[in-house]
Structure formats: C-alpha cells, structure tokens
T-cell receptor, first 114, second 114 residues
Framework: DAGVIQSPRHEVTEMGQEVTLRCKPI?????LFWYRQTMMRGLELLIY????????DSGMPEDRFSAKMPNASFSTLKIQPSEPRDSAVYFC????????????FGPGTRLTVT | DQQVKQNSPSLSVQEGRISILNCDYT??????FLWYKKYPAEGPTFLIS?????DKNEDGRFTVFLNKSAKHLSLHIVPSQPGDSAVYFC?????????????FGKGTKLTVNP
C-alpha cells in the first residue's frame, strides 16, 4: 500500500487567499484525522471522520477552516481566507478498528501564508 | 490545558547508551498510550504502545513503562543508535469507552551521537 497521500507537500500563499489541502487515506481505513503541528501548540487534532462522516470538529480553530470527506478515498481541508498565523504543517492520518488507535500519518503539507 | 506533557524538549545521548524519554498525563480516563517517532519532513510513525492493564511492553530495543498511579510513562531505547535520532511523541487515548482521538505531547527531540 502507498500509505496516506497528501498534496501538495508545500504551499506558499498570500494572506486572504483560499488554500485547499488534500488527503487520500489508506484503502480500507474507516477513520480519517486532520492535525496541525506548530512549535507553540505541538500536534493538535483539528477534525476526524468515521465512514466519511465528521465526528468531532472541536479542534477546528474558527469558521475559516472547513473539512470534507466526499468519499472513502478523499478528504480536503480548506482555509478561506488564509492568515499568516495559519502557517504550520498539516498532517492527515487514517486508521481502522480494531487498530488499538494506531494511526498512520501522511508526510504532511507545509503551509506558509505571507 | 495540556493533558499530555513531555517536559524535556530535547535529549542527547551517546551511541550504545540508554535513552529514556518521559511523558506525564493528567486525564485519568486515558487508558491506552502510544509512542510515535518522527523524522524531518515525514509524518509521525507508530513505534510502540501500552494498555493501562499492563505496566511494561517490550519490542526489541524499545520498552515502554507505565506507572498509572503517577500518571507517568517512559520510553527506553537500549542500545541507542544514531538512526534513532528523531522527535518522539507520546500520545494517549481514552480507549474503548471513549473516542478515537489521540492527544499528543509536544515531543522530545532525541539526538544520538556516534
């Protein structure tokens, strides 16, 4: 299996622009997670899905952030409008029960908002 | 408030010696714990885990110890190798009775010197 695939790997955009991050989970996995990593806050969960349905979005920082999972093999995280404080590495991870909560992470997207 | 704390941002050890990484947690509902390893420009990868019904779990050079009364766990790497140089994240889950969420610490950067 190719593992979790994320695109793009790097994104540089100007403040106010819309940013869309993409994720393809491992085939057969029924959970998908979006995380953000910053120096200040570490690795924090933004939202997660089970069978394409959002279960917990309490970590989404504000309304500028939205996530969708239209099917089992694709998810997007959108930021509109983007701000410099959104600069971070965004990870997607997937897992399946009964996995004992082991999540498989993608390589991440490094987002820079200028 | 941070529920999972890794109080040492960095650790440096000599090749062949033992590396001990520590993690403390505050949520008494956590009953499953994991360690992840992260190399630069890659996503975290699962290393080892432990259930709260155990106090030790061993996998090759890696051993995780859990002290529930102290709400403390540690990862021992013996012997340490230069390839072990990475950031190590401690993570915790509420297990079967809770959600699929993992709460991560901020990580400890381990450097193993040849």
């Amino acid at each position: 299996d190719a593992g979790v695939i994320q695109s793009p790997r790097h994104e540089v955009t100007e403040m106010g622009q819309e940013v869309t991050l993409r994720c393809k989970p491992i085939s057969g996995h029924d959970y998908l997670f979006w995380y953000r990593q910053t120096m200040m806050r570490g690795l924090e969960l933004l939202i997660y899905f089970n069978n394409n349905v959002p279960i917990d979005d309490s970590g989404m920082p504000e309304d500028r952030f939205s996530a969708k999972m239209p099917n089992a093999s694709f998810s997007t995280l959108k930021i509109q409008p983007s701000e410099p404080r959104d600069s971070a590495v965004y990870f997607c991870a997937s897992s399946y029960r009964p996995s004992n909560y082991e999540q498989y992470f993608g390589p991440g997207t490094r987002l820079t908002v200028t | 408030d941070q529920q999972v704390k890794q109080n040492s941002p960095s650790l440096s050890v000599q090749e062949g010696r033992i590396s001990i990484l520590n993690c403390d947690y505050t949520n008494s509902m956590f009953d499953y714990f994991l360690w992840y390893k992260k190399y630069p420009a890659e996503g975290p990868t699962f290393l080892i885990s432990i259930s709260s019904i155990k106090d030790k779990n061993e996998d090759g050079r890696f051993t995780v110890f859990l002290n529930k009364s102290a709400k403390h766990l540690s990862l021992h790497i013996v012997p340490s190798q230069p390839g072990d140089s990475a950031v190590y994240f401690c993570a915790a889950s509420e297990g079967e009775g809770g959600s699929e969420k993992l709460v991560f610490g901020k990580g400890t950067k381990l450097t193993v010197n040849p």
